[in-house]
């Protein structure tokens, strides 16, 4: 055998740096995770055991609070409930809960109120004003749409969050956040292709599409609402601590109460309760219960947020409002026996991976930073 020979047998052996590329990918992967690892302990080390409770309590208790809201106000249509003033009107009548929460440290920690100039009323006027508008517009949605739905097409808030918050505040718009915006918008299309799966018997498409409409315009309205409350911090009140954050809280769900109230003197639906009521399923004691309970879990969601814009950051507080779209959809699901199609279940599958790339997005800009 000659050399041409040897060297058309010989067993070609693969160079050492060939192996190397996913030694190396994988050893700079191991130590992303390590950096990440050691990051979330440097960061849990920064603040004490007591702090970590309450953040964790005030997100399960926002979570639970707004999608239990949720629930109510389409059982409160299911049941026999006809008028979008009296459901609207429930959410913000439980403003005194908040309030209450002020008089402790007024009392006790001697904190005075923070002045209140003019230029504040009117901007508390305004978002006061807003809010009544945008609770309106979801009892319209919730009216006509199930509760699955309503609920998925309000994680629309998330992108009208970030767009409202780069124009007007000036946050920051990284690509994450523009491929939220893009997967959840197509979330929020295929549900509008499939219109036809879950409409409630007695709904006209006309209705089911104001419903849609209303939904997607009161998520829009709420991304303006954060957008603006977070403006009010930075231009004048200046300041984030709890009570300052409280007290504008406070004082829009008072005007927002203000202005529903109008609406329903305007609209006679004060003198329509007890009719309502007595027409309602299982009496007048589940209409006021269901009425009672919309009110308090609504507060209680509005201080749960306030909580959480003060241990943490507003960014963590819209992030929170957007996961609470699929546990509603998913509740709505079982206690509402709502339909879910095959593109209702892959909208809630986009919508899920948006909401995991905006928070994947501000987690890696909050550590860049």
């Not at 505040?169 to 509008?192: C, E, H, M, P």
């Not at 963590?316 to 279940?345: E, Q, W, Y």
Request: net charge neutral.
């Amino acid at each position: 055998m000659d050399a041409g020979d040897a060297s058309r047998h010989t067993i070609p052996v693969r160079p050492p740096e060939a192996d190397a590329v996913p030694v190396e990918s994988n050893s700079l992967l191991q130590k992303r995770a390590a950096e990440f690892c050691n990051l979330v302990l440097e960061t849990y080390k920064r603040k004490p055991l007591s702090f970590w409770f309450l953040l964790l309590l005030s997100s399960a208790a926002m979570l639970v609070a707004f999608t239990a809201s949720s629930l109510l106000s389409r059982l409160y249509y299911a049941n026999g409930g006809k008028s979008k003033w009296i459901i609207s009107w429930a959410a913000v009548a439980g403003w005194p809960i908040t309030a209450l929460v002020l008089l402790p440290p007024y009392l006790f920690a001697r904190i005075s109120p923070t002045p209140l100039s003019l230029k504040l009323f009117v901007w508390y006027i305004l978002l006061g004003f807003l809010s009544a508008a945008d609770n309106l517009m979801f009892a319209w949605a919730y009216a006509y749409l199930p509760a699955s739905t309503a609920s998925l097409l309000s994680s629309s808030s998330l992108i009208f969050s970030a767009l409202f918050g780069y124009f007007i505040v000036k946050n920051d718009l990284n690509l994450s956040s523009v491929n939220a915006i893009v997967i959840i918008t197509a979330g929020t299309v295929i549900i509008a292709l499939d219109s036809e799966s879950d409409r409630y018997p007695g709904i006209t498409g006309k209705q089911y599409t104001l419903g849609f409409i209303w939904d997607i315009l009161g998520s829009a309205l709420h991304g303006l609402i954060f957008a603006l409350s977070e403006l009010v911090f930075l231009k004048l009140l200046g300041r984030r601590s709890f009570h300052v954050v409280l007290e504008q809280q406070v004082m829009v769900s008072l005007l927002a109460f203000v202005f529903t109230s109008i609406g329903l003197v305007v609209n006679n639906d004060f003198q329509g309760m007890r009719s309502e009521a007595s027409n309602f399923k299982h009496g007048e004691g589940s209409y006021a219960m269901v009425l009672t309970w919309a009110a308090i879990t609504f507060q209680l969601g509005v201080l749960a947020g306030t909580a959480i814009v003060f241990l943490a950051s507003t960014v963590l507080a819209g992030v929170l409002n957007a996961v609470r779209v699929p546990l509603t959809a998913i509740a709505a699901v079982l206690l509402f026996h709502d339909p879910m199609s095959g593109f209702k279940i892959l909208s809630l599958v986009i919508t899920v991976w948006g909401l995991g790339c905006y928070i994947v997005g501000h987690s890696s800009s909050s550590v860049d930073s």
